[in-house]
Structure formats: C-alpha cells, structure tokens
C-alpha cells in the first residue's frame, strides 16, 4: 500500500543524513584543535574522513529515487537528468546579448515557518532539514518535466515549458506539480521528520504559479561576460514570487493568465479569504495595483488552488487519496477505476490528468471488481459514473455541467451460483474528447444497502 508519495526514499534520505551528520561531528569533536589553527585543523580532519561521510545527500542512486516513484503513475519514462541552473534550451544565449522570446510557466516555492527551525534544533540539523526538503522539491519539479533554475535559501525558483513540449503539456505538468508538492509534504515530509523527533508539523510549501506566452517572456543573459545568468524577463516570471507571498501554508495561488490559458474550471480554485478586523474578506486580486506608460492601471486577478479537490484527480491509488482531510474518494480494496484511450484498434491507458488530449478521441472508463470484493461487500453492487463538463466552449454548446454517462444503472448481479465464488467483473462507459480545457469522469460503486463503497475520479485534459 502507498504511504505517502517518495515516502521510503525521503525517510531513506533523512536516516542517511542524519548517521552522516553525527559521523563528522563526531569527527570534528575528536580532532585537536586550537583557535588559532581552527580552520586549518578542521579542514584536514575533513579531509581524513571518508568522502561519502562529508556529504549527506548521498549519490545519483538517491538523487533520482523520488522520481523513480512519481514519474510511472504519471505515464512518464525514465528521470529528467536536467541539472539546475541555465535552461537547457536558452544556454547559447550564454556571455551573449542575443534575446530569445518563449513562453515558459514559472513557479516560486518557499518552505514556510522553516525561520523556526533555528530556534528549536542545531543548525546543523537545521541545515539537512532544509536542504532535504529543496531537495524533495526539486525532484518533484522535475518528476513533473520542470526546470529547477536556482534555489534562494529556503526557496526555489523552476520553469515549465520548453522547445520540445507542447505549450498546453508543460502547462499541465506546472499544475500536476503544484498538487504533488501539497501532497508530498502533508504525507511524507512531515510525517517522517516526526518520525525522527523533529516536529515540523508548522513547515509548508507556499507556492506561486503563472504562465507568460511567447511575446510576453524574453530569454536573455544577465551579467558579464565572466559572470552571468541566462534567465527570464516577463511580468508573469516576476508575479510567480508574489503570488507565492501571499499563499496560506501549504497553499497555491495562480494568475489569471494560467487559468485563461488552459480555460482551467472555477470548480478547482477559489478566492482566498482573509480575515480583517474580524470579518472575512475574499482577496480577488493581487495585493498591488501596476499602473502603465499610458496611466492605464491594472489590476491582476488571482485564484487559490483547490488543494483538496484537485488532489483527488492525481493518477494515485484510491487508498492514498482517500487518507487526505477532505478528500471525496472512497477506496476499496479490490476495486479499481482507469481510462483507456482508443485508436487504431488498440486501446492505452491514460493516467488521469497526466497529459492534453487531442480533440475527437474515444475514451474508455473502466471499473474492475475482482474476487475479493465478493467476501468484504453485500451484493449485488450498483455502478454508477457521471461526466462533469467545464469551460468555454462545453458553455458555448450547453454541455457545461453534470450528466450521467449510462441511460440505465449497471448492476453487478450476484447469481445463485456464486454462492462461494465470485469471477470478478469490469464495467465499462465509453466517451469522447470534445471540449477545450479539464473535464471529470466520476465513479461510484454501491452495495446493496445503498452505501458508497468505492468512489473515485479521473481527469480528462483536452487540447
């Protein structure tokens, strides 16, 4: 059963830290020093100690194992290798004056209350603390095909979009990511630094997202010819940090150009509230107001995500979604929920959210009921799916809203012949992609006493 998302290898990472750490203090406190020869002396005592004990975080076998357990259940292949600095696709503008315009979706993270950290533990321990989890942040970025451009303390700057990937891909991959980091730390990096005596139950991602097209994004390098950056120019590169200062704990706040661009449903974010001389205040846009060349002043509107709705679309087992607060899926051992995209008289499986989808392509819902449903449920069982429809062009067509897939209810029998055995069975709904923008197959599975037993969601992306 999945504990938590990278969960083995982050506690992996932490047990490994922290022998390392008391390996070299130890060695430190054990080697003759005075204060005149201090420095020199500690460097030679580190010098005598093994390589891999003067560097916690452990080799490329480690480096890569948070991937190794986020990329297959989002249909990826391999690790991005893709080291931090310079964006792959603009390091010949390196040294350079040469521009270069592309669209790119910016996301700003910081780790928030870890200031506290140095108030409670050493700052040794408070170092691995934090560089653990950066760590954990950026394989997430690049678990999700981002760009890690530089960390900042105890924050990260990364990009998503690049040459080779779809504008509305990397865009999907920006916000996937964003509910991936949610999740990873309520269920892994909180719950194992607790584990190992630290409470962290205060640490959090803030997180800011947005998008720029590609006349509003200018590529360049920064600096001398000795010392320079190749970064992005853009107000919506610029936004992303500000965004992610006015985030909640563990919270995500997105521009409006993210959301036009995806046509991304209202059903999945909300206005932030805020309380103010004891009232509550719902924030619309963001806390400054930018006024242009022509004296034009605007106003830029903002959304929080909906961590806990959206989470639920995440392609994860029903048995890991369903222990997050708040969340509407039900699992049940032995029953499973996929999609299967068919074409070319071959179906393949399509991991919920995890990719846009071409316009006028079947779809295939199917549910699986094995055998061992048949001892835990009282049947028959009832299966029932809904399609909820969102955005522009769905409005547009009067197809906007919530409809129920099958005319007549599917009923899993239970024959009189199955008394000690039951086969198993997969029910299935077929659809199509038709609507621009995010879309929902739910499932329910009842038992015979009208009780949910299974409910679970899969999210549709279409170009």
């Known amino acids: 059963m999945m504990e938590g998302i990278g969960k083995e290898a982050f506690r992996s990472l932490v047990k490994d830290a922290r022998a390392k750490r008391s390996v070299t203090k130890a060695a430190l406190e054990s080697y003759p020093v005075n204060e005149r020869f201090e420095g020199y002396a500690a460097d030679a005592m580190l010098d005598s100690v093994n390589g891999a004990e003067r ?79 950066l760590r954990v942040a950026s394989e997430t970025v690049r678990a999700m095909d981002g760009h890690v451009h530089r960390f900042m303390g105890d924050a990260l700057l990364a990009f998503f979009g690049s040459k080779s990937v779809l504008r509305d891909d990397s865009v999907v991959n920006a916000i996937n990511c964003t509910s991936a980091l949610q999740a990873t730390m309520e269920r892994t990096i909180i719950p194992v630094l607790g584990e190992e005596g630290f409470d962290a139950r205060e640490i959090g991602f803030r997180v800011g997202l947005d998008y720029g097209g590609d006349h509003q994004v200018l590529w360049s390098s920064y600096g001398f010819s000795s010392v320079f950056e190749v970064t992005a120019t853009s107000f919506y590169v610029d936004v992303a940090a500000k965004l992610q200062s006015m985030a909640r704990k563990n919270a995500v706040m997105l521009g ?97 959210v995890s990719r846009v989808l071409e316009k006028e392509q079947g779809l295939d819902f199917r549910v699986t009921i094995d055998k061992r449903v048949y001892g835990n449920a009282s049947f028959p069982l009832k299966v029932v799916f809904t399609k909820r429809n969102h955005g522009a062009e769905a409005q547009k067509d009067e197809s906007e809203g919530e409809f129920p897939v099958l005319d007549e209810e599917v009923i899993v029998e239970q024959k009189s012949w199955y008394q000690a055995f039951f086969a198993g069975r997969t029910v299935s709904a077929s659809e199509g992609t038709r609507y621009r923008g995010l879309h929902t197959m739910e499932v329910k599975v009842y038992d015979a006493n009208q009780s949910v037993i299974f409910r679970d969601f899969i999210g549709i992306y279409i170009r």
């Open 55 to 133: 560097f916690p975080l452990g080799g490329v076998d480690t480096e890569y194992s948070i991937q190794e357990q986020i990329r297959p259940a989002f249909g990826k292949q391999a690790v991005n290798t893709s080291p931090i600095g310079a964006h792959p696709d603009f390091r010949h503008l390196a040294g350079t004056s040469m521009t270069d315009r592309h669209h790119v979706c910016s996301l700003f993270l910081d780790i928030k209350n870890s200031t506290r950290l140095s108030f409670l533990y050493d700052l040794d321990d408070v170092y691995w603390i934090k560089n653990l989890i």
């Open 256 to 352: 409006s150009n993210i959301l036009e661009v995806m046509d991304f449903p209202e059903f999945f974010v909300q206005k932030k509230r805020v309380l103010e001389n004891k009232e509550w205040k719902d924030i619309d846009t963001l806390n400054k107001t930018y006024t242009d060349r022509q004296g034009v002043q605007h106003k830029y509107r903002v959304r929080e995500l909906k961590g806990e709705v959206y989470r639920d679309l995440l392609p994860f087992p029903a048995e890991f979604k369903a222990k997050f607060p708040g969340s509407k899926v039900v699992s049940c051992d032995g029953i499973e929920f996929k999609c299967y995209t068919k074409g070319d008289n071959a179906s393949h499986f399509y991991p919920s």
